[in-house]
């Protein structure tokens, strides 16, 4: 009988799209330890620096062209699924707030060129970071979760990852070809885009947006945007941030450490991912079977990142002496304080994911990232001039745990744990 439920969990869509995610996760993690220690080697640590604070600021402006649509448009797709006109008509308003998204980002990389040296210096750098965050904003990850086909969101992930690699190695030669290592990635990402619309509208009628509902979509999304936008401010943005407060060789240090942390923390994602779309459904037809699986994700989910923090911490003066070199010896002890992120993340990650969203607690949500946003910006301001990429990660770090503490409060007064 145990063995039949097991057999019969494994065989579940859920069970598929999270082995799915884990498989890209783990290319995920791979490729950067093949990718970074080239791409820190050969630009040296001043222009891998500069090369760091246009992918922050990439990172940061594809959160304004996402606006929150992989959490509002999957739920809400995820909800009317089997109305192939309600697909439809949010599909075309998604889109169409896109566009709109578009024309703002460009502005926003206009502005930066005009009012922040290292760009005014770099313009090639601001253009090709505004093309890899349009490429990244256009991807229709939304709709790939909502139906439960994740597995086509990771496979087309590992094409980026792979399609990255091959443009770095076949063309970075030197820290003249800084510009590079950001083409290859915008290629890659722009390419892949276009072949997940095109797959998306093969089962979609494809409809022309109108204002009126693309307004619409973006009025929906306001909340999610706000808290994606947020959280942003202590995740993506961070080599931004510390760019503007110290030096692109602190921005170097920082980044070193932060992208083995990255891949790791994305190690979190693809059991809360899968689950996320059959938690929304579950909860307008079975509320208990709901909880139960939110709580089976939770539990799952910290004990990865308990185990992952601990041996990324364990082995930070090996991997960074391995990777970088001597240059970046000052990046063992950034790792360090950044693996605590692991644990941290995987508990506040879950309580949004399996607990809030499923529930529209997206206001809350909101609260909890925009004052942890806020605290991260005041403590990078207090330390990072004075301990550089040290201080932002302690910044870091306390901003995260921040946003889990009080999500898991909120949740224990409204009675939901």
Do not use: C
């Not at 999957?74 to 309600?86: G, I, V």
């Not at 699986?293 to 364990?314: N, P």
Request: proline share 4%; glycine share 8%.
């Amino acid at each position: 009988m145990a063995q039949a439920r097991v057999f019969q969990v494994l065989k579940s869509r859920v069970a598929q799209n999270a082995a799915a995610l884990y498989a890209v996760q783990f290319l995920a993690y791979l490729l950067p330890l093949i990718s970074l220690p080239y791409l820190a080697r050969t630009l040296e640590p001043h222009h891998f620096g500069l090369v760091a604070f246009a992918q922050s600021f990439a990172n940061w402006l594809a959160v304004v062209g996402e606006y929150g649509f992989n959490y509002s448009a999957t739920r809400s797709l995820a909800r009317q699924r089997e109305r192939t006109d309600a697909v439809g008509g949010i599909v075309a308003s998604v889109m169409g707030a896109k566009l709109l998204l578009v024309l703002g980002m460009a502005a926003i990389t206009l502005g930066t060129v005009l009012l922040i040296e290292t760009f005014r210096n770099h313009a090639d750098l601001a253009l090709w970071a505004l093309l890899v965050a349009v490429s990244i904003a256009l991807r229709p990850t939304w709709y790939f979760q909502a139906v439960e086909r994740a597995w086509v969101v990771a496979l087309m992930e590992g094409l980026i990852r792979v399609g990255h690699l091959v443009g770095i190695f076949a063309f970075v030669r030197g820290p003249q070809d800084a510009w590079v290592a950001l083409a290859a990635q915008a290629i890659a990402t722009g390419v892949v885009a276009g072949l997940e619309l095109y797959l998306m509208y093969r089962e979609v009628p494809l409809r022309l947006p109108s204002l009126p509902l693309s307004w619409v979509a973006l009025r929906v999304s306001w909340s999610l945007f706000l808290s994606r936008a947020s959280d942003s401010l202590y995740t993506s943005a961070n080599g931004l941030i510390l760019g503007l407060l110290s030096t692109p060789l602190q921005v170097g240090i920082f980044e070193t450490g932060n992208r083995l942390v990255r891949p790791g923390l994305s190690i979190l994602w693809p059991l809360a991912q899968a689950i996320y779309p059959r938690i929304n459904h579950l909860m307008r037809r079975d509320a208990e079977a709901a909880m139960r699986l939110g709580r089976l994700a939770l539990w799952a989910t910290l004990g990865i990142g308990l185990v992952g923090g601990t041996l990324l911490a364990l082995a930070a003066p090996f991997l960074v002496g391995l990777l970088f070199g001597e240059a970046y010896e000052a990046s063992v002890r950034v790792l360090q304080v950044l693996a605590l992120l692991l644990p941290v993340v995987a508990f506040g990650y879950s309580l949004s994911m399996q607990y809030m969203f499923p529930r529209q607690m997206d206001r809350e949500v909101m609260y909890s990232v925009a004052s942890a946003g806020l605290l991260n910006l005041l403590l990078a301001v207090l330390l990072a001039p004075r301990m550089g990429a040290l201080g932002m990660a302690i910044a870091v770090v306390s901003a995260e745990a921040w946003a889990a503490l009080f999500r898991f409060s909120v949740l224990k007064l409204r009675g939901v744990l």
